[in-house]
T-cell receptor
Framework: DSGVTQTPKHLITATGQRVTLRCSPR?????VYWYQQSLDQGLQFLIQ???????AKGNILERFSAQQFPDLHSELNLSSLELGDSALYFC????????????FGPGTRLTVT | GDSVTQMEGPVTLSEEAFLTINCTYTATGYPSLFWYVQYPGEGLQLLLK?????DKGSNKGFEATYRKETTSFHLEKGSVQVSDSAVYFC????????????FGKGTKLSVKP
């Protein structure tokens, strides 16, 4: 158990809909990262927050957004969903930013039908 | 830019065989290097890490040495078990960033009894 929790574990929704994925980092970790894992793209970094502030953006679509709250949990919002958004979404956390190891949650499997 | 190149799988071995999974990298400076493992149906787990040149990371019988001269971080295990069957990812923090990871494509290992 990494100490990172993600909910829900599975999500099935229709095209055009909006969903919210939630992540709670390990106790004491200030940095949260979101990654997308799909068969064709592999593991791709989406966005990072540190202590409530956005710090880095990767290949995140404009339809996607995220935030980190004062209690350090984070939410990833995916809107106007398309079939191609079906993937595993992982949250990871680390104590700081830079060369720190990241600890991953179990992931949320999103299926868009 | 920074990148990770990992040997393609799948790799199939018999129990007690020797394992090598090659990983080479291109990076700005000398970042930490990581191996993550993903067991079927689970999230990524940090397997081992090395933070500077010539460091050897080790865990659960796996080892990898940070080789600056060959820009490599190959994963090895002397005697694999069926329980080692998983996907292995080499990773490094993107240079100049806040630490978000770049992953190799992953190598699927299957160990037969």
């Amino acid at each position: 158990d990494s100490g990172v929790t993600q909910t829900p574990k599975h999500l099935i929704t229709a095209t055009g809909q909006r969903v919210t994925l939630r992540c709670s980092p390990r106790s004491g970790d200030l940095s949260v990262y979101w990654y997308q894992q799909s068969l064709d793209q592999g593991l791709q970094f989406l966005i990072q927050y540190y202590n409530g502030e956005e710090r880095a953006k990767g290949n995140i679509l404009e339809r996607f957004s995220a935030q980190q709250f004062p209690d350090l949990h984070s939410e990833l919002n995916l809107s106007s969903l398309e079939l191609g958004d079906s993937a595993l979404y992982f949250c990871a956390s680390s104590v700081g930013i830079g060369n720190y190891e990241q600890y991953f949650g179990p992931g949320t499997r999103l299926t868009v039908t | 830019g920074d990148s990770v190149t990992q040997m393609e799988g799948p790799v199939t071995l018999s129990e007690e065989a020797f394992l090598t999974i090659n990983c080479t990298y291109t990076a700005t400076g000398y970042p930490s290097l990581f191996w993550y493992v993903q067991y079927p149906g689970e999230g990524l787990q940090l397997l081992l890490k090395a933070t500077k040149a010539d460091d050897k990371g080790s865990n659960k019988g796996f080892e990898a040495t940070y080789r600056k001269e060959t820009t490599s971080f190959h994963l090895e295990k002397g005697s694999v078990q069926v329980s080692d069957s998983a996907v292995y990812f080499c990773a490094l923090p993107l240079g100049g960033s806040q630490g978000n990871l770049i992953f190799g494509k992953g190598t699927k290992l299957s160990v037969k009894p």
